[in-house]
């Protein structure tokens, strides 16, 4: 079937605007996820949801990343007013809730704040 | 937070080495994976292993839960194996996968 899908590939934006990342997760996982790597570096958890809970947000760096998911599909990542230090890239991943907890990663989004 | 240390932090292999890498990790974990990054940025999965052993062609690991390691060996190993391999763990009650800071494999022919 069909792995987790991440638009755009590639977003270049001016530091200032804001920019939007989507995610859309493999078919009947429950579980999403935001992580982010900086160059040369480990992923960083951001934000997860799982089906109708309240998301679990420990992982923002700032009031300025937020996160969107519609019962339990799609999901956007939001950065307003972007820094350069929020260049890296943005990967999404998905999960059953359930054992096993093995979570599937995206292509990810390479942001570019300039 | 849980601790999550790999080594080495980077290898150098004549094609057709073996070759293991480690991972240590600081508390109980429900889930421990193992991933390979490949130079395009793609993590593949490679292991779901939060205990015991597995193989998978080349691959195999083992986690002992207890003594809160893992280990991922590599044989034979070729140019297509290069790349950055990442253990990933998940505290017991947390919700997301704490990564390693990665093991940078380099396979020359």
């Known amino acids: 079937g069909a792995g987790v899908s991440q638009s755009p590939s590639n977003k270049v934006t001016e530091k200032g605007k804001d920019v939007e990342l989507r995610c859309d997760p493999i078919?009947?996982?429950?579980?999403l996820y935001w992580y982010r790597q900086r160059l040369g570096q480990g992923l960083e958890f951001l934000i997860y949801?799982?089906?109708?809970?309240?998301?679990?947000k420990s992982g923002l760096p700032s009031d300025r990343f937020s996160a969107e998911r519609t019962g339990e599909s799609v999901s956007t990542l939001t950065i307003q007013r972007t820094q350069q230090e929020d260049s890296a890239v943005y990967l999404c991943?998905?999960?059953?809730?359930?054992?096993?907890?093995?979570?599937?990663f995206g292509p990810g989004t390479r942001l570019t704040v300039t | 937070g849980i601790q999550v240390e790999q080594s080495p932090p980077d290898l150098i292999l004549q094609e057709g080495a073996n070759s293991t890498l480690r991972c240590n990790f600081s508390?109980?974990?429900?889930?421990l994976q193992w991933f390979h990054q490949n130079p395009w940025g793609q993590l593949i999965n490679l292991f779901y292993?939060?205990?015991g052993t597995k193989q998978n062609g080349r691959l195999s690991a083992t986690t002992v839960a207890t003594e809160r390691y893992s280990l991922l060996y590599i044989s034979s190993s070729q140019t297509t194996d290069s790349g950055v391999y990442f253990c990933?763990?998940?505290?017991?009650?947390?919700?997301?996968?704490?990564f390693g800071t990665g093991t940078r494999l380099t396979v020359i022919p």
């Open positions: 991943a998905s999960s059953f809730y359930r054992l096993p907890y093995e979570q599937y």
């Open positions: 078919s009947g996982h429950t579980a």
């Open positions: 949801f799982q089906g109708n809970s309240a998301p679990d």
């Open positions: 508390d109980s974990v429900n889930n």
């Open positions: 292993i939060p205990s």
């Open positions: 990933a763990v998940q505290e017991t009650g947390a919700n997301n996968l704490f």
